[in-house]
């Protein structure tokens, strides 16, 4: 059965850094295009970033410059490195298979002093 977990998800304060891990099942490619996104209470789920198969990534504004997406090399496995965390990133960071429409069951990042 295909499937992805997330993990690295807890609390922080306002400034610190988290790293967020996405490991799919053998079944997925290894060069997978996969992604994260976030949804917080009563907003809708949003994409954070994504890396494609060839190895490009994409960001929305938000995480531009503060958060990084990268793979593993010998599985299918994503991570999403997420520095200078302020109180409006908490949410509950979802990994997404887009060409197969997966979904993991979240991992919840709060922030708060």
């Known amino acids: 059965q295909v499937s992805v977990t997330e993990s690295g998800g807890g609390l922080v304060q306002p400034g610190g850094s988290l790293r967020l891990a996405c490991e799919g099942s053998?079944?997925?490619?290894?060069?997978?295009?996969m992604a994260w996104y976030r949804q917080a209470p009563g907003k809708e789920r949003e994409l954070v970033a994504a890396?494609?198969?060839?190895?490009?990534?994409n960001y929305a504004d938000f995480a531009k410059g503060r958060f990084s997406i990268s793979r593993a090399k010998t599985k299918a496995a994503v991570y999403l490195q997420m520095n200078s965390l302020k109180p409006e990133d908490a949410a509950v960071y979802y990994c997404h298979v887009p060409r197969i429409g997966l979904w993991g069951q979240g991992t919840q990042v709060t922030v708060s002093s």
């Open positions: 890396i494609i198969s060839n190895g490009e990534t």
């Open positions: 053998r079944m997925l490619a290894i060069r997978e295009t």
